[in-house]
C-alpha cells in the first residue's frame, strides 16, 4: 500500500525566508506527483505536476523535484510571503488505479 | 478556476438519516471523485466515476454509494449516517487519468456533520 508522509506538520518562518516542504512516499513506481494548496475552509489548489521521467518543475517563486528512486519531493518556496500562509499537500498516482494517495500536509504560517 | 459547484457546502444531520451530496462540473471532464478530509487522515478516497453510469469503489467506501445519470453531476448518498461520516467532503474532476499528466481539479468542499 502506498503511504505519503510530509514533515513537519507545521512550519512558521519570518517574511522573505527561503523554506522547503518534504513529501516522501513508498512505493517509487508512481505515475506523477503533485502539489497542492489548501486555504482554511477552501478546496484544493493544483501548484505543481511532476511527471515520474521529469526531475523538476517551477513555477514563480516555488519549484517542486522529484527524485523517484529515493521516493522523495521537496517544494521550494522562494522569498516567502504571509501569503503563501496554507496548507501544502503533495499527492502521487498510483500506477494500478485511477486515484491520488495524498500525504497528511504541512501547514505553513510566514509571519511578517 | 475549474467550474465545480458542491452543495450543500454545510449540512446538520441526524444519525440515521440519508444524506446526498452533489457535485455539479461544467468543464466535461471524463473523471469525477469524491474524497473526504479528516484530521490526521489527509484526503481520501471514497468512490469515483469514468464515465456516465461507470463507478467504482476507492478506499473509505463502506456507507457510501454514488450516481452518475449525467456527466456533469456525480451525487454522493450517504444511506444512514453515522457520526464518525462526520467529515468534509471533497468532489474533484481529471480529463483523464493520471499518465496523460492532467491535473485534478478540487471542489470547495462540503462540511457535514452527523450528531
Known amino acids: 500500500k502506498q503511504e505519503v508522509t510530509q514533515i513537519p506538520a507545521a512550519l512558521s518562518v519570518p517574511e522573505g525566508e527561503n523554506l522547503v516542504l518534504n513529501c516522501s512516499f513508498t512505493?517509487?513506481?508512481?505515475?506523477?506527483l503533485q502539489w497542492f494548496r489548501q486555504d482554511p475552509g477552501k478546496g484544493l489548489t493544483s501548484l505543481l505536476l511532476?511527471?515520474?521521467?521529469?526531475r523538476e518543475q517551477t513555477s514563480g517563486r516555488l519549484n517542486a523535484s522529484l527524485d523517484k528512486s529515493s521516493g522523495r519531493s521537496t517544494l521550494y518556496i522562494a522569498a516567502s510571503q504571509p501569503g503563501d500562509s496554507a496548507t501544502y499537500l503533495c499527492?502521487?498516482?498510483?500506477?494500478?488505479?485511477?486515484?491520488?494517495?495524498f500525504g497528511t500536509g504541512t501547514r505553513l504560517q510566514v509571519t511578517l | 478556476d475549474a467550474g465545480i459547484t458542491q452543495s450543500p457546502r454545510h449540512k446538520v444531520t441526524e444519525t440515521g438519516t440519508p444524506v446526498t451530496l452533489r457535485c455539479h462540473q461544467t468543464?466535461?471532464?471524463?473523471?469525477m471523485y469524491w474524497y473526504r478530509q479528516d484530521p490526521g487522515h489527509g484526503l481520501r478516497l471514497i468512490h469515483y466515476?469514468?464515465?456516465?453510469?461507470?463507478?467504482d469503489k476507492g478506499e473509505v467506501s463502506d456507507g457510501y454509494s454514488v450516481s452518475r445519470s449525467k456527466t456533469e453531476d456525480f451525487l454522493l448518498t450517504l444511506e444512514s449516517a453515522t457520526s464518525s461520516q462526520t467529515s468534509v467532503y471533497f468532489c474533484?474532476?481529471?480529463?483523464?487519468?493520471?499518465?496523460?499528466?492532467?491535473?485534478?481539479?478540487f471542489g470547495e468542499g462540503s462540511w457535514l456533520t452527523v450528531v
Open positions: 474533484a474532476i481529471s480529463e483523464s487519468i493520471a499518465i496523460s499528466g492532467n491535473t485534478i481539479y
Open positions: 512505493d517509487s513506481a508512481i505515475y506523477n
Open positions: 511532476i511527471q515520474s521521467s521529469q
Open positions: 499527492a502521487v498516482w498510483l500506477p494500478t488505479a485511477s486515484k491520488l494517495t
Open positions: 468543464e466535461n471532464h471524463r473523471y
Open positions: 466515476s469514468y464515465g456516465v453510469k461507470d463507478t
